[in-house]
């Protein structure tokens, strides 16, 4: 079965600093997509960012941009300039392609909380 | 211009009723699914739809039944509610036959169970 970690529960950042928040995957698949989702207090959950394990350079998106390492299995997210709306709890998410079917599997999350 | 919609996003019941959660999405998706959050914010898969047949069945107890009575709709009866039951729960769709592999979600429906 396919894992995602998410070692950090909690984490906090100061206003217009940067955080990174930390991913790892355990699969033997080479065809397969990562993202994040964040959930705020609202509890909807969105889309971040997406990557392609078969390209080798890093998703971006305005604020957010990822480092996949695909051979260390690391897909870690980075928030710069954070801003008091990005606090909300953020779920790392690994897609497999297989026969049957694509499957999701979620991290645990980190909850993190921007300080003003 | 919801893309993907569930009512109701509340539902209060007692133990040993049966109710259900509708799910619809309007963007062209050809999977859904639903899944379950706990109260420690887990998201666990429970069922998803290509096409209305069953490709993927975690292991929940049979009580659950997912019910699609065409592509755009994914519902989700419960019989016999337990008091584990509560959580949250989403519905979500996605595109793979046209490579859209990332799900939206819907709005969840907190379900309690009394």
């Known amino acids: 079965a396919q894992t995602v970690t998410q070692s950090q529960p909690e984490m906090s950042v100061q206003e217009a600093e940067t955080v990174t928040l930390s991913c790892t995957y355990d699969?033997?698949?080479?065809?397969?997509?990562l993202f994040w989702y964040k959930q705020p207090p609202s509890r909807q959950m969105i889309l971040v960012i997406r990557?392609?394990?078969?390209?080798?350079q890093n998703a971006t998106e305005n604020r957010f941009s990822v480092n996949f390492q695909k051979a260390a299995k690391s897909f870690s997210l980075k928030i710069s300039d954070s801003q008091l709306g990005d606090t909300a709890m953020y779920f790392c998410?690994?897609?497999?392609?297989?026969?049957?079917?694509?499957?999701?599997?979620f991290g645990t999350g980190t909850s993190l909380t921007v300080i003003p | 211009d919801t893309a993907v919609s569930q009512t109701p996003k509340y539902l209060v019941t007692q133990m040993g009723n049966d109710k259900s959660i509708k799910c619809e999405q309007n963007?062209?998706?050809?999977?859904m699914y639903w899944y379950k959050q706990d109260s420690k914010k887990f998201l666990k898969i429970m069922f998803s739809?290509?096409?209305?047949?069953?490709?993927i069945n975690e292991t929940v107890p049979n009580r659950f039944s997912p019910k699609s009575p065409d592509k755009a709709h994914l519902n989700l009866h419960i019989n016999s509610l337990e008091l584990g039951d509560s959580a949250v729960y989403f519905c979500?769709?996605?595109?793979?036959?046209?490579?859209?592999?990332?799900?939206?979600f819907g709005p969840g429906t907190r379900l309690t169970v009394t």
């Open positions: 979500a769709s996605s595109h793979p036959s046209g490579g859209i592999y990332e799900q939206y």
């Open positions: 699969t033997s698949e080479n065809n397969y997509y």
């Open positions: 990557q392609e394990a078969y390209k080798q």
């Open positions: 998410a690994f897609m497999g392609r297989w026969n049957t079917g694509n499957q999701f599997y």
């Open positions: 963007l062209g998706h050809d999977t």
């Open positions: 739809y290509n096409n209305k047949e069953l490709i």
